[in-house]
């Protein structure tokens, strides 16, 4: 038997939409009408098929998906909870063991940074000349925000520095915020992140009227005499950088 060949054109009039078959057999004549409908919150819907009942899993073999649930009867990725932990590939060597790794300070696993708030020096436009700012007293004025660290650092902002002659604290500072705020009269005073004092220098303490034979400061794990210090030359310009 041979096979008809058919004909190019068609001379059915079906036309059908190729949609979902809940497409198909909605009524969507009203929908189509731009001229007449409206749409408003009240009409608006789904297309239909486009949404879908949550799957029910694990009550009755009928539904398909019964039973184990679609995970099989055994094996590792059956088992409750996670099958293996993030970057496991099956034993071989992962690949953050193939990567190479960047030299320098480390800031991985293990290692910890020391992370601050940083204060813009923008923020500090609106301190009054000659007067001393930190962070509670810029928070005070809702110059800044609260933060949930406790060390604050002072960087450069995107405006422009106009403060003039005003005594900065805080834990740290970036070398061009310092340099714009003594380039505008100001001052620096870097603060301890532990008790929030003013750090002292060698030049304050040869400038305290103390009794040097017998007293004793602790810098870390170092025991220094203040009687030697009393025979540094303070007139000199040697920069000390002793703290308390």
Known sequence: MSAVPRSSCSTSTLSMKVFDWKRREADESAINDLDNFEFTPSTLKPAPGSRH???????????GQGAT??????????????????????GQNPLYRRLP??????LGPGHKRK???????????????????????????????????????????????TAK???????????SAQAAIEA????CEILKPSTGAQRRSLHF?????????????AAGSVLLKLD???????????????CE
């Open 205 to 217: 303490l040869l400038a305290c009227q103390w009794d040097f034979k017998d007293a004793t400061v």
């Open 115 to 161: 992370i601050y708030n940083t204060i813009k020096l923008d923020q500090l436009n609106d301190v009054p000349a000659g007067s001393t700012c930190n962070f509670e007293s810029l928070f005070e004025s809702k110059a800044v925000t609260k933060s949930k660290y406790d060390v604050h650092k002072i960087v450069a902002g995107r405006n422009e520095f």
């Open 228 to 242: 030697l210090l009393q025979q540094l030359p303070c007139q000199t310009g040697v920069a000390a950088s002793y």
């Open 101 to 106: 790794k960047f030299v320098g300070k480390p």
């Open 165 to 175: 002659d005003i005594t900065v604290q805080a834990h740290a500072f970036t070398k």
């Open 53 to 63: 009942r949550k799957k029910r899993k694990g009550r009755g073999i009928s539904a």
């Open 69 to 90: 649930c679609g995970f099989g009867m055994r094996g590792q990725k059956s088992r409750s909870g996670k099958p293996t932990r993030s970057g496991f590939e099956g």
């Open 184 to 187: 505008a009269g100001g001052k």
